[in-house]
């Protein structure tokens, strides 16, 4: 019975924690909430309770009905979705051949990927616009995709290489022995197994380019150009105080698709990530 005890108060205390951290970062969410449901006389009032007193739904029926917003919007997805598109067509490749193929340094090269991941953008933004102003890359939504697609092929890359590797070799070598090239057991046998990695990896890329701030803030000068977070931070700062409730609801608008995209294929991609991780 203690053992059985024990469990059930460590199972508690380990809830107990989940909950408070659940609280921790979803604290302002909740906030944000709050603010984005209050009049525009709550908010000069400057009344701090949590639960407005006459909740609204006008804020977000501006936000959504603005032409503005909708622009920022259907960019966000545009960007988001072809450098989702762009970093598979990139990594798919590269983690069959690093999965499947022996070479001098492999072990080497993919530590090497996993490092330019870790590099902030803020370290090249500098160089970036230089480089990308050079070649009239600027202001286009093609130069900010090529650059969410460098971002994230690091990370798409591993994250296939281990949904690869959950694939036996046996399979490949039968398929050889059919008389099918390399190309042939990638495209006939790798990518169908592989799909489930491959949708887990192409759901993570369109998040990650959904929230990036830096390179369309760097690279995108003009407003009909810009993505969902430039926008806001854009709005923002020509905006007063009355307009807060407006902000919040559109900040709210912004991360609410990649949060129940998350929640929704949390299985999925957590799933896709672990695959292989036990396998030589």
């Not at 949060?259 to 294929?265: E, Q, R």
């Amino acid at each position: 019975m203690r053992p059985l005890r024990q469990d059930r108060i460590g199972d508690a205390l380990s809830y107990l924690f989940l909950a408070i951290t659940f609280l921790f970062f979803a604290w302002p969410l909740l906030w944000l909430l709050s603010l984005a449901l209050r009049t525009r006389k709550e908010i000069f009032l400057g009344v701090s309770r949590l639960i407005p007193k006459a909740p609204t739904l006008e804020n977000f029926g501006a936000i959504l009905s603005s032409d503005k917003f909708a622009g920022y919007l259907w960019n966000a997805l545009i960007l988001s979705s072809c450098s989702a598109i762009g970093c598979l067509i990139v990594a798919l490749p590269a983690a069959y051949a690093f999965s499947r193929f022996p070479f001098r340094g492999k072990g080497a090269w993919m530590m090497i990927l996993l490092a330019f991941q870790m590099i902030s953008p803020l370290v090249i933004m500098v160089p970036l616009y230089r480089y990308m102003a050079a070649l009239h890359l600027t202001d286009s939504h093609f130069g900010a995709t090529m650059v969410y697609i460098a971002l994230a092929v690091p990370m798409v890359t591993w994250i296939l290489k281990g949904s690869i590797d959950g694939i036996p070799k046996s399979l490949d070598e039968a398929a050889v022995i059919d008389g099918c090239g390399h190309f042939s057991v990638f495209w006939r046998i790798i990518l169908p197994l592989s799909a489930p990695g491959i949708a887990s990896a192409f759901i993570i890329s369109v998040i990650a380019g959904w929230s990036q701030f830096l390179v369309p803030f760097l690279l995108i000068s003009k407003e009909s150009l810009m993505p969902i977070g430039v926008g806001i931070f854009q709005y923002a700062g020509t905006q007063n105080d009355s307009s807060l409730q407006l902000l919040a609801a559109a900040c709210l608008v912004s991360v609410v698709p990649a949060i129940i995209a998350f929640l929704a294929l949390q299985r999925l991609i957590l799933g896709a990530m672990t695959e292989g991780a036990v396998k030589g």
